[in-house]
Nanobody, 121 residues
Framework: QVQLVESGGGLVQPGASLRLSCAAS??????MGWFRQAPGKEREFVAA????????RYADSVKGRFTISRDNAKNMVYLQMNTLKPEDTAVYYC????????????????WGQGTQVTVSS
């Protein structure tokens, strides 16, 4: 069993940065993903990383602006978000699955409660 708790969301202006954190309980041999869901839209992939910290992958819409990382000693996963745009506004969720991070929402077994990110002037 893995419990995930996200933090770090907020209201920022376009062009600003935020860092989301996800605290994970339990074992660290999990691939981790970040997903987001805007009102009226389906949950979509943002970024993922393998349990070892290797093979980070990103949605095209965030590539070059967002960076996923993890610190297994602290059981933490991060999403650094730079140059935020209004279209990044959503609830952001972290998720866990065995070993490898993937881009498919259905692959994940555990989910956090989400943190709201709002980008607006």
């Amino acid at each position: 069993q893995v419990q995930l708790v996200e933090s770090g969301g907020g209201l920022v202006q376009p062009g600003a940065s935020l860092r989301l954190s996800c605290a994970a309980s339990g074992r660290t041999y999990y691939g981790m993903g970040w997903f987001r869901q805007a009102p009226g839209k389906e949950r979509e992939f943002v970024a993922a990383i393998n349990w070892s910290g290797g093979s980070p992958r990103y949605a095209d819409s965030v590539k070059g602006r967002f960076t996923i990382s993890r610190d297994n000693a602290k059981n933490m996963v991060y999403l650094q978000m730079n140059t935020l745009k209004p279209e990044d506004t959503a609830v952001y969720y972290c998720a866990a699955r065995p070993l490898l991070g993937t881009s498919n929402v259905d692959d994940y077994d555990y989910w956090g409660q989400g943190t709201q990110v709002t980008v607006s002037s």
